[in-house]
C-alpha cells in the first residue's frame, strides 16, 4: 500500500500531444519529487519541490514541465515527448527532516509509452 | 556526483539460500538506505543507516554500515519467494540530502 497516490497508472501518447502525471499526498509532507525509471535501471531524479518551490532540477528537457499548486499535488506536464521518453515516472514525497536523509515514500509510478 | 557502487546486478538463489548484496563509496556517507522494488511495483523504503558499524535487523533481513562509513551490506537468511525483486542502496549525493540509488541487485528466488 501507498500513501502517494499516481494517475493515471498507464499512458500511451503520440510525440504531439501534450499531457498531464497527477500526483497527491497527504502525509503532510512538504518535499515531493519525480523520479523517472527505465527497465532493469535505477530511479533518475528529474526534479524537487521544496515547500512548494521547485529546488532541483537535474538538467531535464523543457518537454517535461513540473508544477507543484499546493503542498499536497504534484504535476508533471508533458508535451512533444520522444519514444526515449517511455518510462515509469513515479512521484515521492518526505518530510524535509533535520536528519542526515530523507525518507522517501514512493507512489506506484505511471507507466508512460510514447509512440 | 558521488555514486554509490552495488553488486552483484543479478543474483539466482534457490528458496532457503542466503542472499548478500553490497554497495561501496569511494566517500563517507552520512548515511545509506535500503529499498526494495518488487517485480512490476514500487520502491518502498527499508531501512536507513547512519552510525559507524550499525547494523540493524528486520526479521531474516540484517542491515550492515561499514565502520569507516563507505561501505553497506543487506543480508538476507533462508530466502522465500516472497523475497523477489530489486534491492536499491541509496546515499546522498555530494551536498544533497536527496538519496541517489545504486543500480540495484535483483534478486531471482527458485522454488
Known amino acids: 500500500d501507498t500513501e502517494v497516490t499516481q494517475t493515471p497508472k498507464h499512458l500511451v501518447m503520440g510525440m504531439t500531444n501534450k499531457k498531464s502525471l497527477k500526483c497527491e499526498q497527504h502525509?503532510?509532507?512538504?518535499?515531493m519529487y519525480w523520479y523517472k525509471q527505465k527497465a532493469k535501471k535505477p530511479p533518475e531524479l528529474m526534479f524537487v519541490y521544496s515547500y512548494e518551490k521547485l529546488s532541483i532540477n537535474e538538467s531535464v528537457p523543457s518537454r517535461f514541465s513540473p508544477e507543484c499548486p499546493n503542498s499536497s499535488l504534484l504535476n508533471l506536464h508533458l508535451h512533444a515527448l520522444q519514444p526515449e521518453d517511455s518510462a515509469l515516472y513515479l512521484c515521492?514525497?518526505?518530510?524535509?527532516?533535520?536528519?542526515?536523509?530523507?525518507?522517501?515514500?514512493f507512489g506506484s509510478g505511471t507507466q508512460l509509452s510514447v509512440l | 556526483g558521488q555514486q554509490v557502487m552495488q553488486i552483484p546486478q543479478y543474483q539466482h538463489v534457490q528458496e532457503g539460500e542466503d542472499f548478500t548484496t553490497y554497495c561501496n563509496s569511494s566517500t563517507t556517507l552520512s548515511n545509506i538506505q535500503w529499498y526494495k522494488q518488487r517485480p512490476g511495483g514500487h520502491p518502498v523504503f527499508l531501512i536507513q543507516?547512519?552510525?559507524?558499524?550499525e547494523v540493524k535487523k528486520q526479521k531474516r533481513l540484517t542491515f550492515q554500515f561499514g565502520e569507516a562509513k563507505k561501505n553497506s551490506s543487506l543480508h538476507i537468511t533462508a530466502t522465500q519467494t516472497t523475497d523477489v525483486g530489486t534491492y536499491f542502496c541509496a546515499g546522498p549525493s555530494g551536498g544533497s540530502y536527496i538519496p541517489t540509488f545504486g543500480r540495484g541487485t535483483s534478486l531471482i528466488v527458485h522454488p
Open positions: 502525509m503532510g509532507h512538504r518535499a
Open positions: 515521492a514525497s518526505s518530510q524535509v527532516s533535520r536528519g542526515p536523509g530523507e525518507k522517501l515514500f
Open positions: 543507516l547512519v552510525k559507524s558499524g
